[in-house]
């Protein structure tokens, strides 16, 4: 049985993960872990300041299914089926040594050694007393410790299968350690988070590390929901929807990293939490109207918070990997409402280029390029009533037909999935709001002050109005330092 306990599914960063829920559950302030790479004896250690536990208590700890899931945890407890610990750790290594130093009391070492139980003059499921031969010096950490467990893998096999002593090894194992840091960075986030933070993570001696804020909470372009309270089965839940601010708004190191772990287009959609702990990083729970909503592109930029306590457990079906919620069927048309919303909003800012400074309404801006729908899909043409093509069509008089021809012939061609591929593998395609080149400028300044002349002589606009539609049309819209030097706020003429 314990040998099957290994194929839960688990990879290395939920294993990891599932240990330090059960240091939060023991009021632990601060967890460090450390990983020592010795080809395939290499091991681990996770070490908490919690509050311990007895001879009794950790026995019970190391039992399989040692408490049931439908007992009812502290609202601070992160466990659910009563198996992660053993399950958890089951999955990455073959011998489970945990050692506990309650205030005031006297250190407990359980082991479970996976090759002592397969042995064939063994019949029986033996937890075993104090550490294996040779691994006392692993413990010394809990040493100067008033409280506190430190868990012990030795035997990583789902580790370390086909790993030796070179460098290649050694870059392998550390680029796992480096994966175990970005989910734990992710997973417990609001754990971490702010000056007075309930927990500190340190991997490898380095310094506590950074929580990663899936919605860049703190970004004064990020446009959040209000937040709300929603009566569900097992107890209400927080909603909150949140758009991200678009690559132009972003420096290159913001924007690298709340990409997240798998990728933008990847961590669009649903973040749930249970007791502040991330279940589900991104993806759309099944949802969507009038077909199920897929990961894509021009929504990449909208992300939602779902919170729920361990009280609704049994009706978000969480598993015992708790990586895995499906929303109760009571709460699912709020989700799609809210959620469709803010998708909504995404694909606003997605196309029209998160221009810095305040930008026109959506609504009021005028494009270079409109779509359309229609029995062969979606279909891509220049604008006609642009103010640029305006005045070059009456310019041209009844010469226009010439460029309606180049216009048909532009727009039959657009390359649509070659954009598409090209913003898939590269992640973002020039958006047209880059910073220009001297020739670039030259050329939107000779266009721009054709346009206000026009504007200004010919229409007989007031320049202050001639300014707001310059600054609610493309590209200009994009580039408010070209008309502010052409027509500035307070000057009457350009």
């Known amino acids: 049985m314990i040998e099957s306990l290994r194929g839960v599914g688990y990879s290395v960063e939920t294993a990891v993960a599932d240990l330090v829920d059960n240091s ?18 290499s091991w681990m250690t996770l070490l908490d300041d919690g509050r311990g536990m007895g001879p009794e208590e950790l026995r019970s700890a190391m039992t399989v299914g040692g408490r049931s899931p439908l007992e009812t945890r502290s609202s601070g407890d992160l466990g659910r089926f009563g198996m992660g610990l053993k399950t958890a750790s089951f999955s990455q290594c073959r011998c489970l040594t945990v050692a506990t130093l309650p205030e005031s009391g006297a250190l407990s070492v359980r082991r479970w050694d996976l090759d002592y139980i397969a042995r064939p003059d063994v019949n029986e499921w033996r937890l075993l007393t104090g550490p294996s031969a040779g691994s006392e010096a692993r413990l010394a950490g809990l040493a100067s410790s008033v409280s506190g467990t430190l868990v012990l893998w030795e035997r990583l096999d789902r580790i370390t299968a086909g790993l030796t002593h070179d460098r290649r090894s050694q870059d392998a ?3 796992m ?4 840091e970005q989910h734990l960075a992710m997973v417990f ?3 971490l988070e702010g000056p007075g933070a309930r927990l500190r993570i340190h991997v490898g001696g380095a310094a506590r590390l950074r929580p990663w804020d899936p919605f860049l909470s703190a970004h004064p372009a990020t446009e959040p929901t209000p937040v709300e309270r929603i009566p569900a089965p097992g107890g209400a839940i927080q909603l909150q929807g949140f758009v991200l601010p678009h690559r132009d708004q972003l420096d290159d190191e913001t924007w690298r990293r709340a990409a997240g772990r798998d990728g933008w287009v990847s961590q669009q959609g649903f973040y749930v939490y249970r ?3 991330l279940l589900v990083a991104g993806g759309w729970l099944g949802l969507g109207e009038p077909r199920v909503w897929t990961r894509e592109e021009p929504f990449k930029l909208a992300r939602l918070a779902v919170s729920f306590s361990n009280s609704g457990d049994a009706a978000w079906e969480v598993d015992i990997r708790k990586s895995v919620a499906r929303p109760p069927r009571a ?7 809210l959620a469709d ?22 609504s009021d801006l005028v494009p270079a390029w409109l779509s359309a729908t229609g029995r062969r899909g979606v279909t891509y043409r220049v604008n006609r009533d642009h103010p640029v093509m305006s005045r070059v069509r009456e310019n041209l008089g009844h010469h226009h037909e010439s460029l309606e021809d180049l216009l048909r012939i532009v727009e039959s061609t657009v390359p649509v999935q070659r954009i598409w591929l090209d913003a898939v593998e590269q992640g973002e395609v020039q958006s047209g709001a880059e910073p220009l080149d001297p ?21 007989g606009l007031e320049p202050t109005l001639v300014r707001a539609r310059l600054l609610a049309t493309e590209p200009f819209q994009n580039h408010p330092e070209v008309i502010d030097r052409l027509l500035p706020p307070s000057t009457e003429t350009p």
């Open 341 to 362: 919303s803010v998708r909504t909003v995404a694909r606003q800012v997605f196309a029209h280029r998160g221009a810095y400074g305040k930008r026109a309404p959506v």
């Open 177 to 180: 350690v480096a994966r175990v």
């Open 331 to 337: 709460v699912r048309p709020r989700l799609t409402a």
């Open 275 to 277: 007791n502040d702990r």
């Open 24 to 41: 939060i559950a023991a009021s632990a302030r601060t967890i460090r872990l450390d990983f020592h790479f010795d080809g395939p004896d």
């Open 189 to 191: 986030h609001r754990y």
């Open 173 to 175: 194992f550390f680029a």
């Open 439 to 459: 020739d670039q400028i030259d050329a939107m300044e000779r266009t721009a002050k054709a346009l206000i002349d026009h504007l200004t002589s010919r229409v």
